[in-house]
């Protein structure tokens, strides 16, 4: 142990700037070998705290692991052999594989943390910076080692650190890379089943729910999706220029309950014959009878479809409008389900990521109507977005289930608030009051308390476009069909 003490130490100095002291020449190759393992054991504990229950283990993440270790090996020889110092590889190895593991949790874990937390508060310019400083930190980690091997020798120094920086990092940005520990999505999903068949006492119902479930070809949906997902497209309309335009998606996530799919296909309904956004609406559901007629709600097509909107829309001027619906657990996870289909949960950080497009979107609405749904908002707020929880970040909603048409908060916020006014904050508060007297009239003990996170420029930014809509009837909700056409007729209708 002795001996991996130095490099131990050398490695916490490396990772804030600090010259190592120790002597290379007394490190081996298995001291090498035994930095890998201690490096191992880091990565497994980190990611194990970091992943959700349930957890499962991911093998590809200690490859993961083995292949930075040979990239950190390769990049201690390229400054070794710059320097002109032969016989000191294994040494440099040592100390630069113990900063990296203690760099990931000294420096970038706290950095990543108050990036997240500027970003969710507006502070879109301080929050970038701290992101590319997160990942230029290395760069300087092996600056400073350059320097440490050529003390007088400045420029040489520079450009060794630069291309070690070039071999052990920068392949990262296009590597797949995975943690060892994952959240087991199967397992949660699988639970959160078990919980909502216990809850709603569906057991009489549970063989004709699978019957359904299963009664179409899951390989051949999934083929089908490039398909589905161009024709979607093909539906979008050029934007109406010299306005800001509404350009609005739809995602119901669970397909073992009717009350998603109707939402979301009420959505496409409302806005395109009272918010003038007809022909530039998608819709992604997860539902048996639908599988043949619309893309599936998942997180892949999610985010084509979100680059496809941003592609087509003036992403400076236009206003995208978001609604999800479908479960959520108490760890915020939005359940994404099509059984037998494997499919990924979304979490807050991956619908965050999903709306990092390019072009940017700069003005978004985005409605997450899901249990504990407000432990979406920190992820996905800032100046000029406006971010709408069905419920609070510790509490749940009500209404969905096997014996609903539409959620309460679904009802109170599209069937009921936007028919009476055009105003989405006006819409909120007074689904938010609805939703509250019901939940007591239903003598409910936790109120979903929905939640709206908002600032002045996106208020501002919804009333220009107010003042600019032709706004249409009411549309009354309606609950979408339980059998998809394209099965009764042998073709796809007309949409």
Known sequence: MKVLVRPLVDGLGATFLIRPRGNPLLVTAGVFV???????????????????????????????????????????????????RDGIVWGVATILLAATALTAVLVHWPLQFATERLFA????????ALAWLSRAWWLFVLIACARWLMPH???????AGALAFAISAMPWWWLPGAPMFMQDAAALAAQQTAERAARADVEDESEENVEEAVAFDAEAVLYDQPRLLEEAFATLKPRVPGRSNLYVLAFAGDGSENVFRNEAEYVERLFAGRFGARGRILVLENHPASVSTRPLATLTNLRWALAEIAARMDPANDILFVYLTTHGSAEHLLYVNLD??????????????????????????LVVNACYAGGFIDALSD???????SARADRTSFG????????????????????????????????RTAVGKWEADDAVKEHSEPQMATSRSIEAKLERWRSQLEAGAAVPFAPAPNVDPAHETGSTPPR
């Open 383 to 389: 100046d000029s977005t406006l971010v709408i929880a």
């Open 400 to 431: 969905c289930g096997t014996e609903s048409e539409i959620t309460y908060f679904g009802k109170a916020f599209l069937a009921e608030a936007l028919n009476q006014t055009t105003s989405i904050p006006e819409a909120f508060s007074l689904a």
């Open 153 to 159: 020798a400045l420029p040489r120094a520079l450009l």
């Open 34 to 84: 035994a930095m890998t393992l201690i490096y191992l054991l880091s990565e497994a504990l980190s990611s194990w705290i970091e992943a959700p229950l349930p957890q499962a283990f991911i093998g590809y993440g200690v490859v993961t692991v083995f292949a930075d270790t040979l990239l950190t090996l390769i990049a201690a020889w390229l400054l070794v052999r710059i320097a002109r």
């Open 340 to 365: 037998p289909l494997p499919l990924n949960q979304i979490g807050p950080e991956d619908l965050a990521e999903a709306l990092q497009t390019t072009p940017s979107i700069r003005w978004k609405v």
């Open 121 to 128: 508060h507006g502070h879109t310019g301080l929050a970038l």
